[in-house]
């Protein structure tokens, strides 16, 4: 039986960070801006997902 594929998704917004991963019925959520370091939301969001890298990510970010 094939596996099914695991799928990471992060918005970045101006205001928030949201993160949803397969199998989570809510996004993760934190405030984001000028002073978040990918250190801090890498932390914020939960650290390193003990199972391995994800089959998928896609990430959204707001532009100026």
């Known amino acids: 039986m094939k596996a099914?594929?695991?799928v990471l998704a992060?918005?970045?917004g101006g205001t928030n960070v949201k993160i949803l991963a397969t199998g989570q019925a809510e996004p993760r959520k934190f405030a984001s801006g000028k002073d978040l370091t990918p250190r801090k939301m890498v932390a914020a969001g939960g650290g390193k997902d003990p199972k391995g890298p994800s089959g998928s990510v896609y990430v959204a970010f707001a532009l100026p």
């Open 10 to 12: 992060v918005d970045i």
């Open 4 to 6: 099914r594929p695991r």
